[in-house]
């Protein structure tokens, strides 16, 4: 079974700051990784996935996160963030060898502050 | 395309009255999926389906809640009776056939008195 922890629930952070949030994942299987945005009173959707190749994978908005195999990790970054960035953010995966359960971390509440 | 479409946006029901949540999927895709979103329990998904056939219900809560899809554009989640624990959004999500990216609804805000 795989499972999905996002280390913080909240994350302040000063506009223009960079920001890291953190996602740690276990699975006896290979698994595809997911990072959805969740902007208030809307549905999910996608920023950025890896599901092979480059460890580091680019997403809309700026949002980067890197895949680290060894660390069982997959944390988003950007660098300068904007008010409009304030929202919830999921780390997700599946397994990579067919079924389409995706399973979602509990969600990490980005405040971004003027 | 529109993308996926739920209806209604908000419900308000009282206990033990019949609720029944609408998902219209994107044109194509051939996944389907019911999610339901707490404070309490963050992100659970209750149901998914495959070219209209249900392949995995293991996350439906109990009895009380029943999901159909009679075509490939158009499904329901039922939950009579309600309970006021019901209260949650519910998203509903679609995905193109090998596609592993899900497609969100706006989602149901349920409120049960």
């Known amino acids: 079974a795989q499972s999905v922890t996002q280390l913080d629930s909240q994350v302040p952070v000063f506009e223009e700051a960079p920001v890291e949030l953190r996602c740690n994942y276990s699975s006896s299987v290979s698994v595809y990784l997911f990072w959805y945005v969740q902007y208030p009173n809307q549905g999910l959707q996608l920023l950025l996935k890896?599901?092979?190749?480059?460890?580091l994978v680019k997403g809309i908005n700026g949002f980067e996160a890197e895949f680290n195999k060894s660390q069982t990790s997959f944390h988003l970054r950007k660098p300068s963030v904007h008010i409009s960035d304030t929202a919830e953010y999921f780390c997700?995966?599946?397994?990579?060898?067919?079924?389409?359960?995706?399973?979602f971390g509990a969600g990490t509440r980005l405040f971004v502050k003027a | 395309d529109a993308g996926v479409i739920q209806s209604p946006r908000h419900e308000v029901t009282e206990m033990g009255q019949e609720v029944t949540l609408r998902c219209k999927p994107i044109s194509g895709h051939d996944y389907l999926f019911w999610y339901r979103q707490t404070m309490m329990r963050g992100l659970e998904l209750l149901i998914y389906f495959n070219n209209n056939v249900p392949i995995d219900d293991s996350g439906m809560p109990e009895d009380r809640f029943s999901a159909k899809m009679p075509n490939a554009s158009f499904s329901t989640l039922k939950i009579q009776p309600s309970e006021p624990r019901d209260s949650a959004v519910y998203f509903c999500a679609s995905s193109l056939p090998g596609e592993d990216t899900q497609y969100f609804g706006p989602g149901t805000r349920l409120t049960v008195l």
């Open positions: 890896y599901l092979s190749g480059s460890t």
């Open positions: 997700a995966v599946i397994r990579n060898t067919g079924g389409f359960k995706t399973i």
